[in-house]
């Protein structure tokens, strides 16, 4: 079975290279791999923020990243930070504390808070 | 008749009303972010229920439920993302009108064929319970475990047909999915299968992880990665009245749509993934320019549209008629049945007539109640559909991060090579079906006539056969035009 199936992908490659080809496309192997690559590094944004969130909980995580990665991507100054800063907060209030979506139990910042602020944050955000 | 009025007078009370409306408003914000879905709102909710009255459980429920399912389509339509595979097939042509610059378009004609779809399948199931609601046991008892197997591999079948250029890449990516779907301990057997000793994958992968990632993760990849000179179209221009005018004019597709939709939705644990296809298809072989479907053609976007929002009130029919849940939805509203004391089975016509009404007509109401909050607030829903999902809420598990993560980049470089990404998760959806009910029937399977040889699996097998053939011969015209 695997032997008509990479053939049957060889056909199909070598036939999307002419199109390409024959449009200009860019067509190097090089090319398409260096988009994969852009892609993993907000996938690494993504699994970063996942990890965060266990250890400064999901307020100050999604404040990060919310203003990080459209710096990162060039969304910059005052204007632009402020509507990242309020739209983090607004995710937040929407899915933490108005529908209380679970994050992880324990939280290394929320841990470190005085008894009522601990339970507080961790019930809210 | 006094049932009927009855059940208007239930429903006739401040708390049954308040309920009806939040479920419904909030049900088109739920169905709008890609990810979260009625499935985890529902989850969410019921054990808010146990504190509310029977009634106002039950309309909240069928609120979230049925305009979750409206609600879906305008993530599908604006960025390519469905919000629940249900209906995977909105994208094709509701994405395709967006980046025509006929978001406003996409989306009228979506709610449109969804409030058709929702009230013929209301309408049809009132009068189906009235009338045939006794009987239906028969029919259900005519539905083995080998008939919903032939069921799903129909709904595969029309499936990759649907994908007329990219066959063999969606029957590829089918596999895939049905692979995926394989991935964990086998219940009934308890055999662990590609698990590799590593406990995550006992449990095998959650849907929901699948979708997120390969849905949403890799479109937000995609725009992440692309230029801003190029961001999806979103932009509603016109009114959203018009979608109601052109449905008439595909009256022959919205029918059977719905149709599909309402008879799918009554066969348990199949339903609503298989309509899609079904209606799909069939729009596709009447449609006078099939070329068109998957870029942009109406009539595509109707079928998929009507048949998947008929199939909410027709789910209910099994589960109020057999006591029968259809999937995971229904089988989450009948928790809230049995704490209300009431049993779902033929029985209910004679005990809880006047409740069933109330069900129905608060479905009815529900879908009037979605369309009129559509039409006003569309502009202000949009923005919620780019809000980031929250996968922590599935399991509370980093592990299914991780996964969705790796899902997104897979679904990423899909995208890069132009491949279709409903197969994957059609497969996962219904190659868990399909083994399901294949090994719940292996008892009585020796050989492979026995899989064909009951009336409904050997009919079933007979539309296969026809399916495949006329997708065969079409193609094979199509290719002879094209030269």
Redesign the interface.
């Given at each position: 079975m695997l032997v008509p199936a990479a053939l049957w992908n060889l056909y199909g490659s070598v036939r999307a290279y002419r199109w390409r080809a024959r449009f200009q496309l860019p067509n190097g192997v090089a090319h398409e791999l260096t988009q994969w690559a852009r892609a993993l590094e907000f996938v690494a944004w993504f699994i970063a923020y996942t990890m965060l969130v266990p250890v400064l909980g999901y307020l100050v995580s999604t404040l990060l990243l919310g203003t990080a990665l459209p710096w990162r991507l060039g969304y910059r100054g005052a204007r632009w930070m402020g509507i990242c800063v309020t739209a983090s907060l607004a995710i937040v209030l929407v899915f933490r504390t108005g529908l209380q979506i679970k994050p992880p139990v324990n939280i290394w910042l929320y841990d470190q808070l005085p008894q009522g602020l601990s339970t507080f944050m961790k019930v809210w955000f | 008749m006094e049932a009927l009025w009855h059940g208007i007078d239930n429903l006739a009370s401040w708390p049954v009303l308040v309920a009806i409306l939040i479920g419904s408003v909030g049900g088109v914000a739920i169905g709008a972010v890609p990810g979260i879905g009625p499935a985890i709102a529902i989850a969410?909710l019921l054990p808010a229920t146990v504190f509310l009255d029977d009634l106002v459980s039950l309309v909240l429920l069928l609120g979230v439920y049925g305009s979750s399912m409206y609600g879906v389509a305008i993530p599908a339509t604006l960025i390519n993302t469905p919000g629940t595979p249900v209906n995977a097939l909105t994208t094709y042509d509701g994405y395709a009108m967006t980046r025509r610059g006929e978001a406003a378009r996409g989306l009228s004609l979506a709610y449109a064929a969804s409030f058709f779809g929702g009230c013929f399948s209301i309408l049809l199931g009132l009068s189906a319970l009235m009338l045939f609601g006794p009987y239906l046991r028969d029919l259900g008892a005519l539905f083995g475990q080998r008939d919903i197997f032939m069921a799903a591999a129909l709904g595969a079948v029309l499936l990759i047909a649907a994908h007329r250029r990219n066959m063999?890449i969606a029957a590829?990516l089918f596999a895939l999915g049905m692979l995926i779907a394989m991935i964990g301990r086998q219940s009934l057997k308890q055999i662990d299968r590609y698990t590799f000793g590593i406990d995550y994958l006992y449990a095998g992968f959650n849907l929901i992880v699948v979708i997120v990632g390969i849905f949403a993760?890799s479109q937000?990849?995609?725009l992440?990665?692309g230029k801003d000179a190029d961001p999806p179209e979103a932009r509603l221009r016109g009114g959203l009245l018009r979608g109601f005018g052109e449905l008439k004019k595909h009256p022959l597709v919205v029918t059977i749509s719905a149709g599909y939709g309402t008879v799918m939705g009554i066969i348990p644990g199949v339903g609503e993934f298989v309509a899609q296809f079904f209606s799909y298809a069939t729009a596709r072989a009447l449609s006078k320019a099939p070329g068109k479907f998957g870029r942009g053609a109406p009539d595509g976007l109707i079928a998929s549209e009507a048949s998947n929002n008929a199939v909410p009130a027709a789910a209910m029919v099994p589960l109020l008629a057999l006591g029968v849940p259809g999937e995971a939805l229904t089988a989450m509203m009948m928790v809230v049945f049995f704490d209300a004391g009431i049993k779902p089975g033929p029985d209910i016509f004679e005990n809880n007539a006047d409740f069933l009404f109330s069900l129905f007509i608060a479905l009815l109401i529900i879908n009037v109640l979605v369309v009129l909050t559509l039409l006003v607030s569309t502009r202000w829903i949009v923005r919620i559909i780019y809000?980031?999902n929250?996968?922590?809420?599935i399991r509370?598990a980093?592990t299914d991060?991780?996964f969705a993560?790796g899902f997104?980049?897979l679904g990423?470089?899909l995208r890069?090579l132009d491949w279709p990404l409903v197969p994957i998760v059609l497969g996962l959806v219904l190659g868990s079906i399909m083994i399901d009910k294949l090994t719940a029937g292996s008892s009585q399977i020796k050989t492979v006539f026995d899989l064909v040889n009951r009336p409904v699996s050997g009919t079933l097998f007979v539309v296969i056969l026809c399916v495949l053939a006329f997708t065969f011969v079409t193609s094979l015209r199509q290719r002879r035009f094209e030269h």
């Open positions: - | 969410i063999g590829l993760i937000a990849l995609f992440l990665t809000v980031p929250r996968l922590f809420s509370n980093f991060c991780m993560a997104g980049f990423y470089i890069r």
